[in-house]
DNA sequence: GACAAGTAAACGATCGTTCGGTAAGTTTCC
DNA sequence: GGAAACTTACCGAACGATCGTTTACTTGTC
């Protein structure tokens, strides 16, 4: 359909200037003159700027569910958990435009955005490493461990682009696999701590 | 003075909202009718918009580095870097102006802010951090576990508001000194596989 | 001819900011 | 000591710009 196309277009477009810029900051005239027609048009696709916003929020945080790899046949759990967790991690700091508008949304006030939020792009995130820890861990470990990897996720990809600036050896650099190496290694550290117990 | 109280006032209050609403949603009308002044009379405290904000961060951050534990005499490493981390983790919990400043501040795109927002929120605490991980393990292995560490603690803080929402087991219950106890006891088995190499 | 996609122009509201003025305190100077 | 000069802290009113949005009208397409 050429009407869902264009609208696509709205949205990619939105998606960029709000990831960059965040909704206040950006207007019905920005968004025109970006997309080179008259912001009246945009009430044409979209009823206001409000659900402009949210379609844009639909679109780009549904990208992360289907970014979520399947296990491989007779693939060991934990060999499944690694792949999950880089390919989250590779995800992140790939789409700029996701995980932008996702942190934007974990500083939001807005309470009615917010669960939406939740379910959009965390829930696929988290229940998918729920799933893949279960096979590896006992059950009542799950939650504890789940919300630490997460954490440690989350703080990793918002913390990346500040490290340069504040390492003193600047010969230092940070990779994506290396960071993902570490995260696990601290995983299997842990895992390796409660087969112990 | 009359003059720097009514000053402190007024960053007091502009540092509640812009936490809660973020910059571009608190108008100077905003400030001024909460404060119960002109926003013309804004301007005789504060060059502009913008000074006011970087006043009011310059205010929120500096509170970070005057909480900081101080080891105590004798105190082993070990125990000192735990108190340090359990000190973080609980003031950003317990301040939610600066936590949430900093979040904010983190998804902006305002490079100038964001220098001044790294020396001022972050510096501290990831030197204080690195000091005491130092004198832990070797020099070499610093860096690397450093990053994990704030990246967790951040990662933490940031997504503790969440936890609750995502949680499909509804009794468990997350608590400062619960997770505190988890990041270090993953510190200390990353400390020991290295004690080990 | 009907319906989608687009425009120009304007609506009232709100934005950051400025201006001219006032009332109260402080300092200066005879 | 007291008038004059100056400073500080505020106000009401307005500035031009921009905001989200609406209205009435045109264009293109099936």
């Not at 206040?24 to 700027?49: C, I, W």
């Not at 958990?81 to 939001?108: C, K, P, Q």
């Not at 340069?164 to 010969?171: P, V």
């Amino acid at each position: 359909m050429r009407a869902s196309s264009k609208k696509q277009d709205i949205l990619l477009l939105a998606a960029n200037l709000f990831a960059e810029r965040g909704f206040e900051a950006v207007s019905m005239r920005d968004l025109g003159k970006a997309l080179q027609m008259t912001p009246a048009n945009l009430y044409h696709h979209f009823t206001d700027k409000e659900q402009l916003y949210r379609e844009t929020l639909v679109d780009v945080f549904s990208r992360v569910a289907q970014v979520l790899p399947k296990p491989a046949k007779e693939e060991r759990p934990q060999s499944y958990l690694e792949h999950l967790v880089s390919g989250i991690i590779a995800f992140m700091l790939r789409d700029t435009v996701f995980t932008r508008l996702m942190f934007r949304e974990l500083s939001s006030d807005n309470h009615e955005r917010t669960a939406f939020f939740v379910e959009k792009a965390l829930r696929p995130v988290y229940d998918s490493i729920a799933k893949a820890l279960s096979l590896l861990i006992r059950k009542s470990a799950v939650t504890s461990t789940l919300d630490m990897l997460v954490s440690s996720i989350i703080g990793y990809v918002n913390m990346s682009r500040f490290f340069s600036l504040l390492h003193r050896d600047a010969s230092y650099e940070t990779d994506c696999e290396a960071i993902t190496a570490r995260i696990m290694a601290g995983l299997s550290l842990h895992v390796a701590s409660l087969d112990m117990k």
